[in-house]
């Protein structure tokens, strides 16, 4: 079967450093996405990594490790426009089936 | 700057009745989907297109169909709403149809259509 599992909620400080776990047990793989959502309004696409190591782009970095089945997003200098969901999925397909398998979410509080 | 755009933000509906929800994207992708986001479960696929009149299940296609008659428009109906379809859905499509280095199944969301069944 496929499985995704990241934290249902976490809260952090303003400025600070969070760092949001993500494991996976899919029958294939092809790539790990992360996304954010704001309540309310639609997913965007934060990071996409399909080797194993750290992707950095400005304050949000994301790393994989395929022979763990672990990524992780790391979100720094914290602010509050950060709080929002942070969805963690997977590629198991290659080929013309791209679709995507989605963890549940993790909610992330900033706080002042 | 809008690029995937559902027609209804919210829609309230009777148990039996017949829903559509229509989702239109213009950047000329050729795979479609359609989500939908319930708390504690996350996004669940319920059918995507990758090409004109193409459909294929997802993980929960019960009590849904899927229309694609032309590549920027893929609707969702429900024939005979029931109450656990009450959920936010969400239409997103992708361009290409390979994986890989090439970004090709970066999704890009609607905005969502929140369906209430009564």
């Known amino acids: 079967g496929q499985n995704i599992d990241q934290p249902t909620e976490m809260t952090a400080t303003e400025g600070a450093i969070v760092q949001i776990n993500c494991t996976y047990q899919t029958s294939g793989f092809n790539g790990l996405f992360w996304y954010q959502q704001h309540a309310g309004e639609a997913p965007t696409f934060l990071s996409y990594n399909v080797l194993d190591g750290l992707e950095e782009k400005g304050r949000f970095s994301s790393f994989l490790s395929r022979s763990k089945g672990y990524s992780y997003l790391l979100l720094k200098e914290l602010q509050m426009k950060d709080s929002a969901s942070y969805l963690c999925a997977v590629s198991p397909y290659g080929g013309a089936t791209n679709k995507l398998i989605f963890g549940t979410g993790t909610l992330l509080a900033v706080q002042p | 700057d809008v690029k995937v755009t559902q027609s209804s933000r919210y829609l309230v509906k009777r148990t039996g009745e017949k829903v559509f929800l229509e989702c239109v994207q213009d950047m000329d992708h050729e795979n479609m989907f359609w989500y939908r986001q319930d708390p504690g479960l996350g996004l669940r696929l319920i059918y995507f297109?990758?090409?004109?009149?193409?459909?294929e299940k997802g993980d929960i296609p019960e009590g849904y169909s899927v229309s694609r008659e032309k590549k920027e428009r893929f609707s969702l109906i429900l024939e005979s709403a029931s109450t656990n379809q009450t959920s936010m859905y969400l239409c997103?499509?992708?361009?290409?149809?390979?994986?890989?280095?090439?970004?090709?199944?970066?999704?890009?969301f609607g905005a969502g259509s929140r369906l209430t069944v009564l």
């Open positions: 997103a499509s992708s361009s290409g149809r390979t994986g890989g280095l090439s970004g090709a199944n970066v999704l890009t």
């Open positions: 297109s990758y090409d004109v009149k193409m459909k």
